[in-house]
């Protein structure tokens, strides 16, 4: 479980695939302990086990994780190169701050930059989903963007706009999206259970 405030942004290393198994090397300076190998991470929104990790120098680490078929067709990775920024958050422990909303890293689908400007002191980013998924828009409702946990301002057709204020632009990979952009979307699970109930 997850709350969708991004810790850090963190840099592909390196995609292997051999014979069709895929794992994920990242770039962090992400506090890390022996223990944590087997633990949750959430990339980009995606809940995924940290096999392994490797001190590369004083701060800098390689986190290795496996990709699943069922990842890669649900979400942005099977998009994914070298080089490319993804958010990151450990997953909660008990105690610990909720700021944002209960996200668990299961992605429902991708979502489709419809615009991203710039209006005033913040930005306007409309998203388009598939048809099925307009029941999961409610005004003024959480929605996971890439791991963020942000509020769903204004609703129209398939599409929803959501602002962005400039923290979560410098703390986040947000700053990198244009028009077709392809983002992972996880809508909000309690929302989820009332229109599935």
């Given amino acids: 479980m997850f709350t969708g405030i991004i810790q850090e942004t963190a840099k592909i290393s390196n995609i292997k695939n051999i014979s069709n198994n895929f794992t994920l090397y990242l770039d962090s300076k992400i506090l890390l ?16 086990t940290l096999v392994d990790y490797v001190i590369r120098s004083r701060n800098l680490k390689i986190l ?35 700021a944002g909303h209960f996200v668990q890293g299961h992605v429902d689908d991708i979502g489709h930059v419809i615009s991203f400007l710039k209006k005033g002191n913040s930005w306007e980013l409309w998203i388009k989903v598939k048809k099925k998924f307009k029941k999961y828009l409610v005004p003024k ?17 398939e599409m929803f706009r959501v602002n962005i204020i400039p923290h979560t632009i410098r703390k986040t990979n947000l700053k990198f999206l244009k028009k077709k952009s392809i983002v992972n979307i996880e809508f909000d699970v309690l929302m989820k259970f009332l229109k599935n109930a």
């Avoid at 990709?67 to 450990?90: A, I, R, V």
Wanted: hydrophobic share 30%; aromatic share 4%; proline share 0%.
């Fill in 33 to 48: 302990r022996n223990k944590d190998i087997g633990t949750s991470i959430a990339l980009n929104g995606v809940c995924l």
């Fill in 64 to 98: 290795k994780f496996n990709l699943s078929k069922e990842t890669l067709g649900k979400s942005s990775f099977k998009l994914k190169k070298k080089g490319d920024l993804l958010n990151l958050e450990k997953s909660l422990k008990y105690g610990d701050e909720i």
């Fill in 141 to 157: 409702g959480s929605i996971s963007i890439d791991g963020i946990s942000l509020t769903i301002n204004e609703i129209k057709n």
